[in-house]
């Protein structure tokens, strides 16, 4: 199946704690994102990467960092968990940023710090 | 600053028609598109515009004004799975998109 798959769908874990989501894509797109959507529902853009280079870094701490090894992966490292990271971490993907292009989503990585 | 404002929630009757409206202001514009979202799930595109005007996609319809700054989301024949949020978004001079919070539309029998 052609998608943006993310792994973990779900993780739990305690404040202070590091952890990384994995994004992969096999649509053939130059143009990764991450994108945070809190409990208000608003999508807000983290990152994003085109052909694996950084092109959007968005106001974010600098605990979160993003590493893109090939155009098909992005992934999130977040260290020193804190109770506010809590939220639904999006990957998504695109062919370019301009025009009608479109964001293909991953089906989102909900984060649950206590 | 920029932002998109959309109704926080609307209801609506199965079979029934719903206008969801966006308004915006951002700094340029290069398009605005329209996302549907399932609860627990991520977004779908639905519809994108560019020009002012109506664009017709089956059951779905999106309309701009770049002049007002105004976008809305028509559905026709509401059926049970259109309950979802619908999210309006913007791109602006910097190629970014903007979003706005979501509109979360139930449905009744």
């Known amino acids: 199946d052609t998608a943006v798959s993310q792994t973990p769908k779900y993780l739990v874990t305690q404040m202070g704690n590091d952890k990384s989501i994995k994004c992969e894509q096999n649509?053939?797109?130059?143009?990764m994102y991450w994108y945070k959507q809190d409990s208000k529902k608003f999508l807000k853009i983290m990152f994003s990467y085109n052909n694996k280079e950084l092109i959007i870094n968005e106001t974010v701490p600098n605990r979160f960092s993003p590493k893109s090894p090939d155009k098909a992966h992005l992934n999130l490292h977040i260290n020193s968990l804190e109770l506010g990271d809590s939220a639904v971490y999006f990957c998504?993907?695109?062919?370019?940023?301009?025009?009608?292009?479109?964001?293909?989503f991953g089906a989102g990585s909900r984060l649950t710090v206590l | 600053g920029q932002n998109i404002d959309q109704p926080t929630e609307m209801t609506a009757t199965e079979g029934a028609i719903v206008q969801i409206n966006c308004t915006y202001q951002?700094?340029?514009?290069?398009?605005l598109f329209w996302y549907q979202q399932h609860a627990g799930e991520a977004p779908t595109f639905l519809s994108y515009?560019?020009l002012d005007g109506l664009e017709e996609k089956g059951r779905f319809s999106s309309f701009l004004s770049r002049s007002k700054g105004y976008s809305y989301l028509l559905l026709k024949e509401l059926q049970m799975k259109d309950s979802a949020s619908y999210l309006c978004a913007v791109r602006d001079s910097n190629y970014q998109l903007i979003w706005g919070a979501g509109t979360k539309l139930i449905i009744k029998p």
């Open positions: 649509l053939g797109h130059d143009t």
């Open positions: 515009n560019v």
């Open positions: 998504a993907s695109s062919q370019g940023v301009s025009g009608a292009n479109v964001l293909t």
């Open positions: 951002t700094s340029g514009f290069n398009g």
